[in-house]
């Protein structure tokens, strides 16, 4: 888990999975396990940032009770332009190393399904 804010700019060139979440929320909750698995597979190869605007203890209370190990940040800087529209949670964005968002997506989805395994394995090989 990190404290520290995340600045885009440092993941030039990376697939990226962003995810805003809270642990009051029972969407980002239902979610989480099945975002785990995608993340213990690719860690390696996708750049993994979560974001909650909580309390740390909170957080991390949620994250040793569940046994999570997201990499967790409290801000984000220089965003891509749509995550300031982001006014839900849960709210999750996959971006290539371009910088395009490839998938906007609020509300809970299955995030380990092969139908993102692929994609993730098609946009790591490019």
Not at 54 to 59: G, L, Q, R, Y
Not at 65 to 80: F, G, I, M, R, T
Request: a negative charge; aromatic letters at 14%; one cysteine or more.
């Amino acid at each position: 888990m990190n404290t520290e804010s995340i600045n885009f700019n440092e993941l030039e060139d990376k697939v990226i999975f962003v995810n805003f979440w809270a642990t009051w929320c029972p969407p980002c909750r239902a979610e989480m396990p099945m975002i785990q698995k995608l993340y213990v597979d690719y860690k390696d190869k996708v750049a993994f940032v979560f974001v909650t605007n909580e309390d740390w203890p909170i957080v991390e209370g949620f994250f040793n009770k569940n046994e999570y190990d997201l990499p967790v940040y409290n801000a984000v800087s220089a965003p891509p332009n749509s995550f300031t529209k982001t006014n839900s949670i849960p709210a999750t964005y996959l971006i290539d190393k371009e910088g395009n968002i490839l998938i906007a997506k609020t509300g809970s989805a299955d995030w380990n399904s092969k139908k993102i395994r692929n994609l993730l394995d098609e946009l790591v090989a490019e």
